[in-house]
């Protein structure tokens, strides 16, 4: 059958922060069976200054937790249910201006490392585990004994790092939301390899149509992560 509904989206801090902000409108949706629509509320002015602004942890200062925000996503359908999606997000901008990148409007020179998560994965070897950034504790939440990633970006922080390549696979969405909060930037690089061209680019019925839905599917992920400021679309393409 056909939904009929409204669609709002509703702000606040995600800091708790006391911002003012601004009121989306309301849109009516007419969705027919087995489509998709796409609802776009605005534009509007943000209007609240950098200070809303999402920024790294540059200088470092212990203890920094970056300005993020919710969007309380809403769907109320005529007869059904209602349905509500919160999605935690930064605002920043990032753009390259000449031969170096300009952050909300400025410069900003990264710093960083190539994350392998291959050189993690051997700490388990013996024990057939391969997933490092689910099961490593240095990647996941602080336990007993362990910082967890909160420390180990804190650590790289301190290092003077602000910026870490993530290779060859997708950081898990606890990765980023932590790179979110302490205002630490991710350059977020897709699962394909590319390296010694062993992998097949061909156009279908090649391997290309698998490597584009893949890429697609990180950005619909991971978009609205403001610690995502570049894109790697392969490593070493060749």
Not at 52 to 58: A, L, Q, T
Not at 73 to 92: I, K
Not at 145 to 169: C, F, K, M, S, T
């Amino acid at each position: 059958a056909t939904a009929i509904g409204t669609v709002t989206a509703a702000l606040s801090s995600a800091t708790c922060d006391a911002l003012s902000y601004p009121t989306l409108p309301a849109m009516a949706v007419t969705v027919p069976p087995g489509e998709t629509v796409v609802v776009t509320l605005g534009p509007v002015t943000w209007g609240m200054g950098p200070s809303s602004y999402w920024w790294p942890n540059v200088p470092y200062q212990a203890g920094y937790h970056a300005k993020l925000h919710y969007a309380s996503v809403r769907l109320a359908t005529t007869g059904g249910p209602t349905q509500t999606l919160p999605v935690r997000f930064g605002f920043r901008q990032i753009i390259q201006v000449g031969d170096h990148y300009e952050l909300n409007g400025v410069r900003v020179n990264l710093r960083g490392d190539s994350l392998q998560g291959a050189n993690y994965d051997s700490i388990h070897a013996a024990m057939d585990v391969s997933d490092a950034y689910d099961l490593v504790p240095g990647f996941l939440p602080p336990s007993n004994g362990n910082a967890g990633w909160p420390g180990a970006v804190d650590n790289w922080q301190r290092l003077n790092y602000n910026v870490a390549r993530i290779h060859q696979e997708p950081a898990s969405p606890y990765m980023l939301d932590v790179a979110d909060d302490l205002g630490f930037m991710i350059i977020d690089e897709t699962a394909i390899r590319g390296t010694n061209g062993d992998q097949d680019f061909a156009p279908a019925p090649g391997g290309e149509p698998n490597m584009l839905a893949h890429a697609r599917a990180l950005v619909l992920r991971d978009r609205n992560h403001p610690a995502v400021i570049r894109w790697s679309q392969c490593n070493e393409p060749e």
